[in-house]
């Protein structure tokens, strides 16, 4: 007879944990950002990236295009995203204005300082390393 209570408790016991860990997910992906796409990879918000200025990292951002600018050899265009926006620096083809799109890059800083000024008054942007993800905009909308 102790056994079997043993094994009814077990079994509770283990029920208790698989319903624990599932709820815990279900409760996680209520923080996941609203996206079209989001291949699993810890996408980051603009702001953060801004704050932070942790040169030399990896981030994964996502976002759409809201300005371009083509230089010779390389280009660049403005990702925005719910917290702010970042210009990224990219050898490949610019985007589209209005493309939804997901990249992976390296966080940069260049500083900028005037003569005069005591303050640095660089910018932290980024560098594409991959394209992940392009989603054109619609003429439709």
Do not use: H
């Not at 043993?6 to 815990?24: H, T």
């Amino acid at each position: 007879m102790t056994n079997a209570i043993k094994e009814v408790g077990l079994q509770k016991l283990s029920m208790g944990c698989l319903f624990l860990a599932l709820a815990s997910g279900l409760v996680s992906c209520a923080n996941l950002p609203a996206s079209q796409f989001n291949f699993g990879f810890n996408v980051s918000k603009i702001s953060d990236i801004q704050q932070k200025r942790q040169v030399d990292t990896e981030v994964y951002l996502q976002g759409k295009v809201e300005n371009r600018a083509p230089f010779v050899g390389n280009a660049a265009y403005q990702l925005q995203d719910a917290s702010g926006t970042i210009w990224v620096l990219t050898k490949q083809a610019l985007p589209q204005l209005g493309d939804e799109i997901m990249l992976k890059g390296q966080v940069r800083y260049k500083s900028i300082k005037l003569k005069g000024l005591a303050e640095d008054l660089g910018e932290v942007y980024i560098e594409e390393v991959e394209l992940l993800k392009r989603k054109p905009i619609t003429n439709n909308q």
